[in-house]
């Protein structure tokens, strides 16, 4: 995947006809919360059972790709997130792209959920360079539910992410790409292979370690998990301290999630060594958007030459009361 251009004028035109028919932005999603919860099903472009791999390749269009997985956490208050990133889906492309903040970009969304209680845990999109990445957002099922034991089943992601993509990026040019996790909890206290034989296909039949699945995924990419203000645990000191024991300084705490794309953008541009903080906040005021203070908040602590260094999980967590 990863063919074609993206077009503003194609994005604008898709939303104004939507709204003068009276279509829903996330049509499936309201489609399917109209059926009995026992049908509820992934869209089949979002399925991960049974999917080899989702890859992301240098073509003639594109000859040096940059892919960037976006996941988000779909249960409870944060299903307000994936809507609020694709009202400004364009604003993020322009950045990466005519902003040069990577070359080539290649963009793959997917939903985090509970695989204890939810019946679509995990939805998983495939990268695309042009308005398809609209669209597969689009096509997220915004479930709503989780399990409320301040856990959701981000491992389960990682673990997809670590063992079901491919990257030429890597591959050709040993660069990881980017993934940033949006979410408000923690992760399961590990990885239930009954969840990974249900839910992605894998015939695995044993737990496996929370720490080394992360350490997994680590390897072939930039791993980020944002944290909004205005869900459940924001302010939660065992979520964050959670996080940080996974990432370190990896873990960014954004008080406005209307500038989830505006963060996005200027992160990758400062691991891509494009620009550095004050310059990408620069261009934020540019842009006019009025995010560059709480994104600048936010990447205070990656500014620093010590958190921009590629990340090494540690050998575990720093106990087990920190996890669910």
């Not at 990577?102 to 939810?118: K, S």
């Amino acid at each position: 995947m990863g063919s074609g251009y993206w077009s503003d004028d194609a994005y604008r035109a898709a939303a104004t006809f939507r709204a003068r028919t009276g279509s829903a932005d996330f049509a499936y999603s309201a489609s399917t919360k109209a059926r009995p919860v026992s049908e509820w099903t992934a869209h089949p472009d979002l399925d991960p059972k049974g999917v080899g791999v989702r890859e992301s390749r240098d073509n003639d269009e594109h000859p040096r790709s940059t892919p960037i997985v976006v996941m988000f956490d779909v249960t409870g208050s944060m299903g307000s997130v994936p809507v609020a990133m694709q009202k400004q889906l364009s604003q993020l492309h322009g950045l990466l792209l005519r902003k040069d903040y990577a070359t080539d970009p290649q963009i793959m969304f997917g939903a985090i959920g509970d695989a204890e209680t939810d019946y679509v845990p995990l939805q998983v999109g495939q990268f695309e360079s042009d308005n398809r990445m609209d669209d597969q957002l689009r096509n997220i099922l915004l479930e709503g539910n989780g399990g409320g034991q301040k856990s959701e089943s981000y491992e389960l992601a990682a673990y997809f992410l670590a063992r079901h993509t491919a990257t030429d990026a890597w591959e050709k040019r040993g660069r990881k790409g980017y993934v940033f996790l949006i979410g408000d909890e923690m992760n399961k206290r590990k990885l239930r292979s009954r969840h990974i034989r249900e839910v992605i296909g894998d015939e695995v039949h044993r737990d496996l370690d929370l720490a080394s699945i992360y350490r997994e995924l680590q390897e072939r990419w930039e791993v980020f998990y944002i944290l909004p203000r205005q869900t459940s645990y924001y302010d939660d000191p065992q979520v964050r301290g959670h996080w940080r024991d996974i990432l370190g300084e990896r873990v960014l705490f954004l008080e406005d999630p209307n500038a989830v794309c505006d963060l996005i953008a200027v992160t990758v541009g400062m691991l891509e060594d494009v620009v550095d903080l004050e310059d990408g906040l620069t261009d934020l005021d540019d842009l006019g958007v009025g995010t560059s203070v709480v994104v600048g908040k936010a990447l205070a602590p990656l500014s620093t030459g010590a958190a921009r260094v590629p990340s090494r999980p540690p050998a575990g967590l720093s106990g087990p009361d920190d996890l669910l």
